[in-house]
């Protein structure tokens, strides 16, 4: 069965470059949720995008941003990073009527 | 006081032997999550419960709503079951956000 794709799956940056990580869905799938997890931390919840209207928010930072588009993948868009940033960015996609969240695998990045 | 908590911290265990993973939350939920993540950071989802008890293969999970209490069981563990084991609940009072417990560090040793 088809599940969640992100890229890239590792990523390195320079402080005060910009990043885009990318998350695909599982087909007929219509929210998703971006996490963040920092080193021996829990993840944290970012944001989450239904029917390409953002329809939660977390602790996101005013650096980032995110949108879903029409065939329901979606863009993390990470600007002036900072050491801070690094971590594992997951998305995971869902279906509005069952709740159930299926995770990707992880995009890690590494800001130097 | 976190809304969810997991107990052992951290667990080591000789390959055979039968593994319990507690998880405690304080919120209303519609469903609790048992996930697994491996070393390479990778998460997969293991049960998804509202109510009374799921197996798959040697993995086992129960949940009690009256005591807000879910427990993960693994029989026949094996140093291939080492991993971290996430309890999160979807909370009903946020908008079912899911929220992680701290995750439990187990170790098989062969």
């Known amino acids: 069965a088809a599940g969640v794709i992100q890229s890239p799956r590792h990523l390195i940056k320079e402080k005060r470059e910009t990043a885009t990580l990318k998350c695909y869905p599982i087909?007929?799938?219509?929210?998703v949720y971006w996490y963040q997890q920092g080193p021996g931390q829990d993840p944290q919840f970012l944001i989450s995008f239904y029917e390409k209207m953002q329809s939660d928010k977390g602790s996101i930072p005013d650096r980032f941003s995110a949108q879903q588009f029409s065939d329901y993948h979606s863009e993390l868009n990470m600007s002036s990073l900072e050491l801070g940033d690094s971590a594992l960015y997951f998305c995971?996609?869902?279906?509005?009527?069952?709740?159930?969240?299926?995770f990707g695998p992880g995009t890690r990045l590494t800001v130097l | 006081k976190n809304e969810v908590e997991q107990s052992p911290q951290n667990l080591t265990a000789q390959e055979g032997e039968f593994i319990t993973i507690n998880c405690s939350y304080s919120v209303g939920i519609s469903a609790l999550h048992w996930l697994q993540q491996h070393p390479g950071g990778g998460i997969v989802s293991l049960f998804m419960l509202s109510s009374g008890k799921k197996k798959h293969g040697r993995l086992i999970a129960t949940i009690n709503i009256q005591e807000k209490h879910s427990s993960l069981h693994i029989t026949a563990s094996h140093p291939r079951d080492s991993a971290v084991y996430i309890c999160?609940?979807?909370?009903?009072?946020?908008?079912?956000?899911?929220?992680w417990g701290a995750g439990t560090k187990l170790i098989i040793k062969p």
């Open positions: 995971a996609s869902s279906q509005l009527t069952s709740n159930t969240q299926y």
């Open positions: 999160a609940v979807y909370d009903r009072g946020s908008n079912y956000q899911l929220i």
């Open positions: 087909p007929r799938h219509d929210t």
